[in-house]
């Protein structure tokens, strides 16, 4: 069995709306009535529009559902994010064009609070990557008296969609480079390396209902049990994010095609290690679930021989349960963990970061203190709901102005605390 | 104009002389004295030493809110940019007064305060969080590499920079979990944390569980007319002659002694080595450290049951932490097995 | 040291000494303070019966400590 899949990346470096949806010479031009009619019969929305936030702009996205990277199958069998765009088949084959630098952001009433925002500039601009890629935001209203579940349906769908759409229009673009992704099976890779270490990959997925689901194929991943998946199907959307909380360290679908953990083990794939393979795994709400879940984790990276698990969180507070059950099971069986999250370390920094502890837990990556207060000015134009900015995290510590300045935590930016460790942020003593 | 700094120092270093002058209490010149003098060197250019305040180890332990408030108005008055303590090395009581003081001059007087301790002085525990404790030698041979640490550090303060992890700076981090951007992606680190934990290689997390040192509390005896008890001490209280060598400070060992038929320690009988407190008393009266007397009186009154036929004893000052440790564990095994209900442990 | 013991024999023992803290910190369970560093356990200040008096009575507390259930670190105070 080999999965071969290309990257075909075309670079996107700016924005603006065009006659006609296709890149040139760098620029991703949207032929915005188009682009709208792609979900214009959406009866679920009573209003639909777009709007463009570029690097550096002072702009302010609030509140933000999802972010999606533009994608669409050039060759292979499917097609990008099965089951809602694609069908219900396996990707990861044959060639993916992607617009680098290009993301659809989703945008809707709030539902919960711990929603987020995204800054183009500005001190939140360092906390997310979004703020660096050319944005065309789809900004909804549900219909009046639409169940909530239904609301956040509609939403997802309709990123995915527009996602597709904008790489589909641009498939004759030029393509800027191309990033190959080829592995077989567990078996023979780790046959073709046998004095490399064994790695697995647990990516847990916030599993616990409204605005905290994640989809695989899908399936919505609090009914299912982990399973094994090839990397490079995570590089097609098989993974998609149903949540928007929280939103320092929500996985974005944009997140989910681009996960560094994937990225990392591959690029040392037959170099200092033998990838095994993505192992999606839930956090269950119950602690019958959590133990099911933690104990099928370590039994699957056992029965794949793993020597070492790289354990990925999505979420804080519960979820830190199911962190610890991972690292003390796959350890007791000789598995060895690392596992990345953030911490909950308070506003002043001095509160123990972790909802749960445990012994095993010795390989800490840090994502970062999600309290950590920030000072924000006002950005000149708001795209969104500006009046849900009353209702982000809701830290006591937390002051948002009549000007729009706000004081926060670092938990109302997107992204910033992602625990797939995406940026370069961690929390460190002082 | 050149930055203030005031110092703290114990009697000892301040060469008013040992133990028996650790009750001395606080007093202050308007000078560099002790370390402070090398502190004023280091700091040329920078700051000046524009006094220096002097307080007994054990004034200060035993007269907490006094020695405080007295040493807070004596800084105050000289009116400092920075505090700089010590350095206490593993004296316990100095560190305590140490960390004390400096976390009174940051919380009253708002400036900050740099001392400098060995990582197992108790002082550390108790105030890392109030004060930038930079880890030292276990021994007053670390000064002059403790000094040049400790100034270092007090001349970033002074300067208002930016300071970077604990770490990276070279204090005791004072428990604060602060954000940095490191050089690589939390992908990258994780993945070179762990294949350097497969491969048995040293690494070092990024956050450590928390350790609970504390032990559930050993239920109550119910029935002290007949239960044993044991005594144990740490204050060095050995038979005359220190027959096994127990060492007065950084003890290696302790000594189990045959108490039975003794109902009084004296001096004929047995002495003190601790080199951590003033032994004027406990050579006078040992049973003012290891309470034998009166322990048989009330044994004889009927108050308890039995005192256990031996006691157990080693020197606390500068004990490493492991070595306690395992005292405790083979003095638990020894009363474990003899049956033992409860037990009085003193220290000095 | 005094943890250790405790938890091997799992028995209560007292910790009289005076500096309060660096007890609670080193995790005696059960402390009773000290008079003075240099004599813990009595006040030869006092002449030799009231440095026994002293004694005695700090000695009767940690017996009580001895018998009362504690949950957490407990300082017996006269």
Request: aromatic share 6%; glycine share 10%.
């Amino acid at each position: 069995m080999s999965v071969r899949l290309e990257l075909r990346k075309v670079r996107v470096r700016d924005v603006q709306w065009g006659d006609k949806t296709s890149v040139e010479n760098g620029t991703l031009f949207v032929d915005r009535k188009e682009m709208l009619s792609v979900i214009n019969g959406d009866k679920r929305f009573s209003k639909a529009e777009l709007d463009l936030a570029r690097p550096g702009e002072s702009v302010r996205i609030i509140p933000v559902k999802d972010v999606i990277e533009p994608r669409c199958k050039l060759e292979g069998p499917g097609e990008v994010f099965p089951g809602f765009v694609g069908g219900m088949q396996t990707v990861g084959e044959g060639a993916t064009l992607v617009l680098e630098g290009a993301a659809v952001v989703t945008c809707g009433p709030i539902v919960a609070f711990q929603e987020g925002l995204i800054d183009m500039t500005g001190p939140a601009a360092a906390y997310n990557p979004f703020s660096a890629t050319n944005n065309v935001v789809l900004i909804v209203e549900p219909v009046e008296g639409l169940d909530q579940h239904d609301y956040e349906t509609a939403l997802r769908e309709a990123g995915l969609k527009l996602g597709w759409y904008l790489a589909d229009k641009c498939r004759e673009a030029k393509v800027d480079t191309v990033s190959t992704y080829e592995m077989e099976g567990p078996q023979e890779e780790a046959a073709k390396y046998p004095d490399l270490p064994k790695i697995a990959y647990f990516c847990m997925s916030i599993t616990q209902g409204l605005l905290h689901d994640t989809y695989l194929y899908g399936a919505d991943m609090k009914h299912i049990v982990p399973t094994l998946i090839h990397p490079n199907e995570k590089m097609d959307g098989a993974m998609i994010s149903g949540n928007c909380v929280s939103a320092c360290d929500k996985n974005t679908t944009f997140h989910h095609c681009n996960d560094p953990i994937v990225e990392e083990l591959y690029r040392r794939h037959g170099k200092d290690l033998v990838f095994l393979g993505v192992i999606p795994t839930l956090e269950d709400t119950r602690l019958a679930g959590k133990e099911r879940t933690t104990w099928m984790n370590a039994n699957l990276a056992k029965m794949l021989g793993a020597d070492g698990v790289v354990v990925s969180e999505e979420g804080y507070g519960n979820p830190d349960t199911d962190l610890c059950m991972n690292a003390a099971k796959c350890e007791n069986l000789g598995v060895r963990t690392v596992i990345i999250s953030d911490e909950a370390a308070g506003v002043d920094g001095k509160s123990q970061g972790l909802a749960d502890a445990t012994p095993e837990m010795t390989a800490f990556v840090s994502a970062g203190n999600v309290n950590e207060m920030v000072e924000l000015p006002p950005m000149e134009k708001v795209i969104g709901f500006a009046e849900s900015i009353a209702n982000l995290s809701g830290g006591a510590e937390e002051s948002l102005r009549s000007d729009g300045s706000m004081y926060v935590e670092l938990q109302a930016i997107i992204g910033s605390t992602n625990e797939l460790g995406f940026s370069s942020i961690g929390a460190r003593w002082v | 104009m050149a930055k203030r700094v005031v110092c703290y120092i114990n009697q000892f270093f301040a060469g008013m002389g040992g133990e028996e002058q650790a009750h001395t209490p606080p007093s202050s010149k308007t000078e560099a004295a002790g370390p402070a003098m090398q502190i004023r060197q280091l700091l040329e250019g920078e700051a000046e030493v524009v006094g220096t305040v002097i307080c007994g180890d054990s004034y200060y332990g035993e007269n907490l809110e006094e020695a405080r408030a007295a040493c807070m108005e004596m800084i105050g008055e000289m009116k400092p940019d920075l505090v700089i303590a010590g350095p206490a090395f593993n004296a316990g009581r100095y560190g305590v007064a140490c960390g004390d003081v400096c976390s009174a001059v940051t919380e009253q007087l708002g400036v900050p305060a740099v001392t400098g301790m060995y990582h197992e002085n108790p002082g550390v525990e108790l105030y890392a969080s109030g004060a930038y404790i930079v880890p030292v030698a276990d021994s007053a041979r670390g000064m002059k590499d403790a000094l040049p640490a400790m100034v270092s550090l007090a001349r970033k303060l002074l300067r208002k920079e930016t300071l970077g992890s604990a770490a990276d700076e070279g204090y005791i981090s004072r428990g604060i979990r602060k954000n940095f951007f490191h050089q690589t992606n939390g992908a990258r680190r994780a993945v070179d944390m762990l294949l350097k934990k497969i491969a048995g290689e040293e690494f070092v997390t990024e956050y450590e569980m928390p350790v609970f040192k504390r032990i559930n509390p050993a239920a109550a005896v119910k029935n002290l007319e007949n239960a044993t008890i044991a005594l144990v001490s740490s204050g060095g209280i050995v038979p005359s002659g220190n027959p096994d060598h127990i060492r007065v400070s950084s003890a290696e060992s302790y000594g189990t002694y045959d108490i039975s038929g003794l109902d009084d320690l004296t001096p004929d009988n047995f002495e003190s080595i601790h080199g951590g407190y003033d032994r004027v008393w406990a050579n006078e009266d040992p049973d003012t450290v290891l309470p034998l007397d009166i322990m048989r009186v009330m044994e004889k009154e009927g108050v308890f049951g039995k005192l256990y036929d031996h006691v157990f004893t080693t020197t606390g000052t500068g004990t490493a932490v492991a070595n306690a440790e395992q005292f405790g564990r083979e003095i638990g095994e020894q009363l474990k097995k003899d049956g033992v209900d409860a037990a009085i442990l003193t220290s000095t | 040291m005094v943890r250790e013991i405790e938890e091997t024999a799992g028995i209560p023992v007292v910790q009289i000494a005076t500096i309060v803290p660096i007890m609670l910190t080193v995790g005696a369970n059960r402390i009773i303070p000290g008079i003075a560093i240099p004599h813990p356990v009595g006040d030869p200040t006092q002449g030799q019966e009231g440095d026994r008096a002293v004694r005695r009575g700090l000695l009767e507390r940690a017996l009580k400590a001895i018998q009362t259930d504690i949950g957490e670190q407990t300082v017996f105070t006269g």
